[in-house]
């Protein structure tokens, strides 16, 4: 069929109009969109989900109050399953393809670490919201701080110190056995940590075995460290294994303390561990809901009537990290990663649930640590170590 001059004029006309009106569309959007990566299926599920809902009560209240630079925020989800393949896909697809401008998420180490490289490719922000190990935000080859990763979170470092002291100092133990699990960066790197400062203030390692996640059966392992007798157990693992440790160890008439990390901190503990055994056992976290400051005390508040249950530890860093990185993206005035990072890098008394706190000079969190105390099946808060 020919089309004639003046009509294929006209068609063409229309076409060049639509587009133009489409990009109108486009640049008189509404919204920002950032992405929101976390462990929502998988093993550590139980931190991804709480994080998740910590970071939606975050961006809820955003949104309500006018939002960010004039435009409601638009959070595009995405589910890493606790693995650092599906995470590095995650990222991927958030930035190539929804075209975030920044992303906050991550509990799991191995996991941020991995995100942490797609961003640095594409030079896009995250901060990162439970991530401990030192990799996540600086280069393992090179030593060099990353560009564009921060934390809300304080690192092995510091934990593992603190946990080394509070042995040696609170709990007055001269040895230890340590329990590691090799298939986890956060536990190695948590591990090593204490080992370190423990022998260095005088204590002994006594013992250390290595296990792997979802194994079942502890019995073996945990009747070489018996034979060690040890005053102390130390175990930076994940819930859902140290659930089934702690209980297989109490059945094998093992007595001595056990003391863990953050990755402890689920309702799932109890339920695989039982009440009775979680006795005389305690972990260092990132906050306690016993805290009574008014930023914390306004963050339970909000969450209860949110979810209808108090927060977890998890819960705390997710909303933080949102809250970080939106002050920085109001600093910066702009939606310009470039301007973002430089925000966040600037970072100084930002208001956490748990206090004020800094960005480090490797883009992470200085933030005391809190000690939690396991009695009858229920966290007890003890004391925050401030840095």
């Known amino acids: 069929m020919k089309v004639s001059s003046k ?17 109108c569309t486009d640049s008189a959007s509404k919204d920002i969109k950032i992405g929101m990566v976390y462990e929502l299926t998988g093993n550590t599920a139980s931190y991804g989900t ?25 959070i595009v989800t995405a589910d890493n399953k606790g693995e650092p393949s599906e995470s ?28 942490s490289a797609v961003a ?44 080394a002291n509070f042995a040696l100092n609170s709990l007055k133990k001269s040895n230890s056995a340590i329990m590691i699990d090799n298939s986890s960066d956060y536990s190695k790197g948590l591990a090593q940590i204490f080992k370190d400062v423990f022998t260095k203030g005088g204590g002994r390692v006594v013992a250390e075995e290595a296990y792997l996640q979802k194994d079942q059966d502890f019995k073996a392992i945990l009747t070489k460290i018996k034979a060690q007798n040890p005053e102390l157990i130390y175990l930076p693992g994940y819930y859902d294994d140290v659930g089934k440790i702690i209980k297989q160890a109490r059945e094998l008439g ?28 305690y972990f260092t976290n990132f906050y306690s809901v016993q805290d009574t400051n008014p930023a914390s005390q306004a963050f339970v508040e909000a969450y209860k009537k949110e979810y209808g249950q108090p927060p ?4 705390a860093m997710g909303y933080d990290a949102v809250y ?8 910066a005035n702009s939606e310009e990663s470039a301007k973002i990072r430089e925000a966040l890098a600037a970072t100084k008394d930002f ?19 809190v000690i939690i105390e396991m009695k009858d099946g229920k966290q007890v808060y003890k004391e925050t170590i401030k840095p």
Not at 7 to 23: D, H, Q
Not at 58 to 73: C, H, P, R, S, Y
Not at 98 to 103: S, Y
Not at 324 to 330: E, F, G, P, Q, R
Request: aromatic share 6%; glycine share 10%; with cysteine.
């Open 50 to 74: 709480s994080a998740a809902d910590g970071a939606k009560l975050a961006f809820k209240e955003i949104n309500a109050n006018g939002g960010v630079l004039g435009k409601q925020i638009k």
């Open 324 to 331: 970080l990185l939106v002050d920085a993206i109001k600093r």
């Open 88 to 115: 590095a896909n995650a990222m991927t697809k958030l930035i190539t393809q929804d075209r975030v401008i920044a992303v906050t998420g991550f509990t799991v180490s191995s996991c941020g670490i991995a995100g």
């Open 254 to 281: 093992i007595t001595a303390p056990i003391l863990g990390g953050d990755a402890w901190d689920s309702p799932r503990l109890v339920e695989l561990g039982g009440a009775q055994a979680l006795n005389d056992t």
């Open 120 to 163: 640095e490719d594409n030079k896009i922000p995250l901060v990162a919201a439970a991530t401990v190990n030192p990799r996540v935000t600086v280069d393992e080859k090179t030593g060099k701080v990353k560009d564009y990763t921060f934390r809300a979170c304080f690192i092995d470092s510091f934990q593992g110190t603190v946990s």
């Open 7 to 23: 009509n294929y004029y006209l068609i063409l006309v229309l076409i060049l109009m639509t587009g133009l009106l489409s990009g």
């Open 351 to 369: 208001k956490s649930v748990s206090g004020n706190m800094n960005l480090s000079s490797t883009h992470d969190a200085i933030r005391g640590v």
């Open 312 to 315: 977890d530890s998890m819960a």
